[in-house]
């Protein structure tokens, strides 16, 4: 059974710095390209960014996050990351991680984490 367990979101003031987990569990995890993905309170689930397979050798971001937000994989550990400063309360929503088969997201979600900036 596929399992996507995302963790690492809270408070964080303007500014500031988070680091989000992603386990994965139940498919071979080195084999898919994975990304992030969020959604804020009255908007539609967003693409954030996407790492490709198996190496992490391409690596895209959406306009909004680009050069604050760096994702990231370790296969070892079946682990997805995020890595995101300068944190701004526009990037407040629920964090999601998925795996991608072209470039829908493969499997259902998780149960996401919830990043809040805010002063």
């Known amino acids: 059974q596929v399992q996507l367990v995302e963790s690492g979101g809270g408070l964080v003031q303007p500014g500031g710095s988070l680091r989000l987990s992603c386990v994965a569990s139940g498919f071979t995890f080195k084999s898919y390209s994975m990304a992030w993905y969020r959604q804020a309170p009255g908007k539609a689930r967003e693409l954030v960014a996407t790492?490709?397979?198996?190496?992490?050798?391409?690596?895209r971001y959406a306009d909004s996050v680009k050069a604050r937000f760096i994702i990231d994989r370790a296969n070892a550990v079946n682990t997805l990351y995020l890595q995101m400063n300068s944190l701004n309360p526009e990037d407040t929503a629920v964090y999601y991680c998925?795996?991608?088969?072209?470039?829908?997201?493969?499997?259902?979600w998780g149960q996401g984490t919830q990043v809040t900036v805010s002063s």
């Open positions: 998925n795996a991608l088969r072209g470039s829908a997201p493969q499997w259902s």
């Open positions: 790492i490709s397979s198996p190496n992490g050798i391409n690596i």
